[in-house]
């Protein structure tokens, strides 16, 4: 399994269990999951062009050089609610905020990949 294949396989796996989080009210966890699907669909995209990442600082500028304004925007929201839900995470308003980032998110790297990425 190539890299792109492999970063895929993990953001489907974690978008199932965040989707699952949140219907049961698992806040806490929301956060969490949200930005590891992010960072997975990002590390995805850069494996296409055998791209790795050694720190978070490089997946962040990688992000803020590649993707329009609305979606770094909305991945900036959904990597701040990783700490806001974690530390605060009986509010379902952010972590709801979250799952809508997440939506913006995943919408872009669907058309971006050519590829339904939930399942």
């Known amino acids: 399994m190539g890299e792109y ?5 993990m953001a489907r796996e974690k978008l199932k269990a965040v989707r699952n989080a949140f219907k049961k009210g698992q806040h806490t966890v929301v956060g ?3 930005t590891k699907v992010v960072e997975q669909l990002v590390e995805a995209d850069a494996a296409r062009e055998n ?3 050694g720190t978070h600082l490089e997946r962040h500028q990688f992000s803020g050089d590649r993707y329009p304004k609305e979606i770094n925007s909305a991945m900036k929201k959904v990597w701040f609610a990783y700490g806001d839900l974690g530390y605060d995470g009986v509010n379902g308003g952010r972590a709801k905020r979250a799952i809508e980032n997440l939506d913006k998110v995943l919408k872009y790297f669907e058309n971006k990949f050519g590829e339904q990425i939930e399942e």
């Open 5 to 9: 294949e492999k970063h895929i396989r």
């Open 32 to 34: 969490d999951l949200a």
């Open 51 to 53: 791209t790795h990442f």
